[in-house]
């Protein structure tokens, strides 16, 4: 049984300016002891958002007036360094279903998308003009289009891109490897029973 098709994202965005903001500082390393990733969603960003005391640092996650955002925008080589799968099951537990950004670091991009959370890449010019659209207003209405390769907001939208392999995996509810393997148990349990069987020496 297919998983949940993800042929669009709607929601509110923010915007995380910057390049190359690597999986350590997505989630801090002391984050990667957990034996569950149950609640990391605290940990996204969080040397970034708070002081050592605690206390709130200024950052687009802790505006009041992107509480809630499930779309989150991001410039070039989000995501690079060290291959945690920390960072993008943050990114999820904290609420968010979908990334535009300018490229995406490979590892993350495939642990994002075997999450159902699309990473769809665009022209920095496109993402700075929604950037400012919902510094002017942040409950505007954003749509990220995985079937039709746009994203859309007010009257205006953009392209962007999606390899095809990505694409067909979240539109037809395929994006677990997993629970591909598992469905596919008795197809495999077949294919074993065909090989040759081993025999001690």
């Known amino acids: ?3 949940e098709p993800i042929k669009q994202v709607q929601g509110r965005a923010v915007y995380i300016p910057g390049n190359d903001i690597d999986t350590d500082r997505i989630t801090p390393a002391r984050y990667l002891k957990v034996v569950t990733f149950d609640g990391l969603g605290e940990a996204l960003f969080y040397d970034e958002r708070f002081n050592p005391d605690g206390s709130e640092k200024p950052h687009p996650l802790n505006d009041p007036r992107f509480k809630g955002a499930t779309i989150m925008l991001v410039g070039a080589n989000f995501g690079c360094g060290s291959s945690r799968e920390h960072s993008p099951q943050a990114i999820y537990r904290a609420g968010f279903r979908a990334l535009v950004g300018e490229s ?10 075997a999450l159902s959370m ?8 496109d993402i700075e003009r929604l950037a400012e659209a919902i510094e002017q207003d942040p409950s505007l209405e954003v749509t990220v289009d995985v079937e039709r390769l746009e994203v859309r907001y007010g009257n205006a939208s953009f392209k962007v891109n999606l390899p095809a392999t990505a694409q067909k995996a979240l ?5 677990d490897p997993i629970a591909d393997l598992l469905e596919a148990g008795e197809l495999l349990e077949q294919a074993s029973a065909r090989l040759p069987k081993a025999t001690r020496q």
């Open 1 to 3: 049984m297919a998983l």
């Open 171 to 175: 539109v037809e509810g395929r994006w």
């Open 118 to 125: 699309p990473c769809v890449t665009a022209p920095r010019g």
């Open 104 to 113: 995406f670091a490979e590892i993350f991009f495939g642990n994002a998308t």
